[in-house]
């Protein structure tokens, strides 16, 4: 289950603008234009990054997951939540409890 401060089930996820994103490879690569870095946000971190073009709850993000792949519940929660806990440091998405 889900326990970091920052983020909950019930936190909406969105993304900041001004970043520059291109599909290489099957892959999302991003250019942050605040913080002039490349990401590679991989497969599903840029299958993740396209739901969040509108904001949307973890827990319908998860949910949403959880019914394009075969994967625990748990698991999902734990690997989506680090994802994010990541692009929130790099300061490339937004959160709102």
């Known amino acids: 289950m889900i326990n970091s401060q920052m983020i909950s089930l019930e ?3 969105g993304q900041v603008e001004g ?3 291109s599909d290489m ?3 999302k690569v991003m ?4 913080n002039g870095k490349y990401y590679n946000l991989g497969e599903i971190g840029g299958v993740i ?3 969040i073009e509108k904001p949307l ?3 319908e993000l998860i949910d949403n997951l959880l ?5 625990d519940r748990e698991i999902c929660e ?3 939540l680090s994802f994010l806990e990541m692009l929130l440091k790099e300061e490339i998405i937004l959160i709102r409890s």
């Open 11 to 13: 936190s909406t996820v």
């Open 31 to 34: 250019l942050s234009i605040s």
């Open 19 to 21: 970043n520059i994103v």
């Open 49 to 51: 990054w396209d739901a």
């Open 25 to 27: 490879g099957g892959e």
């Open 57 to 59: 709850t973890l827990r």
């Open 78 to 80: 734990q690997q989506v």
């Open 67 to 71: 019914n394009e792949y075969q994967v």
